[in-house]
């Protein structure tokens, strides 16, 4: 089974960039559609941005067009999320997360945490 | 954007008894090619969601068949049998078929 692993998260001021990493355990053939999902503290989960396997095809969630960038090379590169202007709202664990519309692998999170 | 609207909120079941969740979207969740992207999760306390159920009812690898899930179109239910110690947590229904994917609120289940 697929495992990921996030990292890059930490404690940023507002206004401040983080870049997000996720690396799989193993990358399959056809390994479609990979993805970052946000929790913020004790609240329910929000699917932020998606890319398809080379990358070209790129969709987020209207909070974050403009500020964030996800990432990918290929179908074995590891997955990136750009973060720039960030502010408290964007306080949250994020999730990698592999399936696209399946959502089928999630990884264990990173904490970003936007605060002066 | 697709509005996913569960039901309860908050679900205290007695160990053995069943249990029952709804879950309604503001639009059709049928996608072109047929398929309905409709998923559920359930995320235990300090835990990172894992996957119940795709695709309206198909049960993952190593999920109890006590979980089943059911529906259609913008009527959805997830259901578990006979309630084990275990279950306890959040469970989350998640549509796939439009952008953005979005989620439900969230059911807390917790023992009576």
């Known amino acids: 089974e697929v495992q990921l692993v996030e990292s890059g998260g930490g404690l940023v001021q507002p206004g401040g960039s983080l870049r997000l990493s996720c690396e799989a355990s193993e990358y399959t053939f056809g390994t479609p559609w990979m993805g970052w999902v946000r929790q913020a503290p004790g609240k329910g989960l929000e699917w932020v941005a998606n890319?398809?396997?080379?990358?070209?095809?790129?969709y987020y969630v209207d909070s974050v067009k403009g500020r964030f960038t996800i990432s990918r090379d290929n179908a074995k590169s590891p997955l990136f999320l750009q973060m720039n202007s960030l502010t408290a709202d964007d306080t949250a664990v994020y999730y990698c997360?592999?399936?696209?519309?399946?959502?089928?692998?999630w990884g264990q999170g990173t904490l970003v945490t936007v605060s002066s | 954007d697709v509005v996913m609207t569960q039901s309860p909120l908050s679900l205290p079941v007695t160990l053995g008894q069943p249990a029952s969740i709804s879950c309604r979207s503001s639009?059709?969740?049928?996608?072109?090619?047929?398929?309905?992207?409709l998923n559920w999760f359930q995320q235990r306390p300090g835990q990172s969601p894992r996957r119940l159920i795709y695709k309206v009812s198909n049960r993952d690898s190593g999920v109890p068949d006590r979980f089943s899930g059911s529906g259609s179109g913008t009527d959805f239910t997830l259901k578990i049998s006979r309630v084990e110690a275990e279950d306890v947590g959040v469970y989350y229904c998640m549509q796939g078929t439009h952008w953005p994917h979005t989620f439900g609120q969230g059911t807390k289940v917790e023992i009576k």
């Open positions: 890319t398809n396997q080379e990358g070209s095809n790129r």
């Open positions: 997360v592999t399936g696209g519309a399946e959502a089928t692998t």
């Open positions: 639009q059709s969740l049928v996608y072109v090619d047929g398929d309905t992207y």
